[in-house]
């Protein structure tokens, strides 16, 4: 089959499954991700992208592996992903790219949507145009007929959006990118979607007072109670959380609620750099309301890792984790049941977090991340605590002509 798409030329091969792009001056082939040795290919391209980056965190293998393996992603059960590497006409590494469908969000929006991610590629429009078609078509096939990227096939705390201001060490989980690929994905035809705002506080820096008095007020209140995470406890945490999550976020636009075993993974990524004191819940007479869920900095250790997690790894974890080198926080996520917002309930949670985090004398920064343009309470909420402008990611979209 052939298929034009602007100036480009391309021939499909379903025998080989590699797609192959001619121009004048350049071959490129493009080969789906279906064994050991493609595998190990598509792990290799962020390296060779980055190798003169010296803010780049290069990410754990097995973290993006598990992303495409059933075994370990539970989205698999309710959808589908695949992936290709892009090599030049010498054999060498350029580029790489996935596409997923999220059965689960996929209808809700007034084009069927499909989603794009783990994109990465050399300063080559042509290289890029390519990877997008690649997966432009894929989801066509399956009924797509728009095209949300770069994000996650996963929960939207990691690996979503485009980083397209502060251009600065990344966070564990979030997306990080050179500025270059910002004009691939506009020249290509995405749009903005919505704009994802992440904001920074200073950890040696008290709580405007209006803040903590709002706060300590809450605290005291009868019937207000507070916990932080417990392991042993886990499932009945779980069950609060889900509880929150779907009462505060339902009335978001293509909302779909969370369950146990999205909850279960999460947990079970979080679990190695867990710090049960940065998890609270907030309670009202025993009813779960309000929760904030913060995670040290792993990324800070991970860049002394190449990307592995053997044993020597493991150890090196353990000796940087002790030696105190996690001192930033990330905020994942918080929420309040519609009922309790405007409580000051996100006040007082931070300041349970101010209670625990400041005499320890360690940690020094906080990274609230991150925050949709569409949301403004909590955007209200970050203004009140006093946080100054961090990074902004985009998620862009693409409707298909038809």
Known sequence: MVIFDKSLFFSLSHKSNFIFLATQKLTMQITEVKDTKTRKEFLAVAPIIYKNDPVWVQPLDNDIESIFDPKFNNFHSFGEATRWVLKNDQGELIGRVAAFINKKKAYHYEQPTGGMGFFECIDDEKAAFLLFDTCKKWLFERGMKAMDGPINFGENDAYWGLLIEGFIHPS???????????????????????????????????????????????????????????VAKFDKFAADFEEIYNDAWCDFENFVPITKEILLDSFRKMKPIMDEHLIWFAYINGEPVSFIICLPDANQIIKYLGGKMNLWSKLKFVYYKWQGKMDRIRVVVMGTKQAYQNHGLESALFRKLQHYVMPQNHYTAVELSWVGDFNTKMQAVHAALGATKGKVHATYRIIFPD
Do not use: C
């Open 172 to 230: 564990f989980g979030m997306q990080y990118n050179p500025p270059y690929y910002q004009k691939f994905f506009e020249n290509y035809g995405f749009s903005q979607a919505y704009q994802q705002l992440t904001n920074m506080l200073a950890v040696k820096n008290d709580l405007p007072k209006r803040v903590e008095k709002i706060a300590d007020w809450v605290i005291n209140k009868p019937g207000y109670s507070f916990e932080h995470l417990s």
